[in-house]
């Protein structure tokens, strides 16, 4: 009964910036991963970044430096902030939640960099 719902994506210009958002609702167990994942068509969906409950991060090499991830446990969400976005980064984003071995997604947001 988890649910993850996103927003805040959009079409920016490159160097822009988005902030994605995704709130969780249900059942949440205190102890879990949340994590932004994407994908370009014709792609693998790739993990992004993942912030554990008590705030340890991942970030992929390709985003590092530009994006942060941040969550606030007592509203069970999680945020993408997204800086100096290139044409690179257009994909669907989704949004994770993974409570031991089990995983909950999002249906996505779509994010556009035009060049």
């Known amino acids: 009964q988890v649910q993850l719902v996103e927003s805040g994506g959009g079409l920016v210009q490159t160097g822009g910036s988005l902030r994605l958002s995704c709130a969780a609702s249900?059942?949440?167990?205190?102890?879990?991963?949340m994590g932004w994942y994407r994908q370009a068509p014709g792609k693998q969906r790739e993990l992004v970044a993942t912030i554990t409950s008590n705030d340890g991060t991942y970030y992929a090499d390709s985003v590092k430096g530009r994006f942060t991830i941040s969550r606030d446990n007592a509203k069970n969400t999680v945020y993408l902030q997204m800086n100096s976005l290139k044409p690179e980064d257009t994909a669907v984003y989704y949004c994770?939640?993974?409570?031991?071995?089990?995983?909950?997604w999002g249906q996505g947001t779509q994010v556009t960099v035009s060049s």
């Open positions: 994770n939640l993974r409570i031991w071995l089990r995983d909950t």
């Open positions: 249900g059942t949440i167990y205190t102890i879990n991963t």
